[in-house]
């Protein structure tokens, strides 16, 4: 009897470590998305690495320092990964469809984070909504919101 009960509570130890690794897994693989948007024109700039922590600590709801260490680390798993295959089989097994078009939003916000949209940045958006499964209407529409939220004020 007892025997059972130290194997439930290490179980339930268990779901609640795997349950944080989920979500590290989950802030990497968007962190790490999101540095590839920001190479994608071959100009990384620093307005999109402030862009990107911005996102972080109010997507995942962090604090400046967390989410400096997240993009950090993002950076090294986008520099040792071979494509971006692992990030978004991750993404698309845990996200749901509206927390997807969320993470194609933020990529808009940091492909205009410069205030300009390269051509390459343009194609990799569309390509990792095709990955997530996100309709190219919604796409389109979060582009333009995206572009609406960046513009200057008149």
């Given at each position: 009897m007892i025997k059972k009960l130290k194997?439930?509570?290490?179980?339930?130890?268990d779901d609640a470590t795997s349950g944080l690794d989920r979500q590290n897994t989950l802030e990497l693989a968007v962190a790490a998305?999101?540095?590839?948007?920001?190479?994608?024109?071959?100009?990384?700039?620093?307005?999109?690495?402030?862009?990107?922590k911005r996102l972080l600590k109010a997507?995942?709801?962090l604090t400046e320092q967390e989410s400096a260490r997240?993009?950090?680390?993002a950076q090294t798993a986008a520099d040792e990964a071979v494509s971006l295959h692992e990030f978004m089989c991750t993404l698309r097994s845990?996200?749901?469809?509206?927390?997807?078009?969320?993470?194609?939003?933020?990529?808009w916000k940091i492909a205009l984070a410069?205030?300009?949209l390269d051509k390459y940045e343009d194609h990799l958006v569309g390509k990792m909504a095709q990955l997530l499964?996100?309709?190219?209407?919604?796409?389109?529409?979060?582009?333009?919101?995206?572009q609406m939220e960046n513009a200057p004020p008149l």
């Open positions: 194997q439930l509570l290490l179980g339930m130890a998305l999101m540095v590839e948007m920001a190479r994608t024109d071959f100009n990384e700039e620093q307005s999109e690495n402030e862009e990107i997507h995942f709801e997240l993009l950090g680390r845990v996200l749901d469809s509206n927390e997807k078009q969320k993470v194609i939003l933020m990529l410069d205030n300009r499964y996100v309709p190219r209407v919604d796409v389109l529409r979060l582009k333009h919101q995206s």
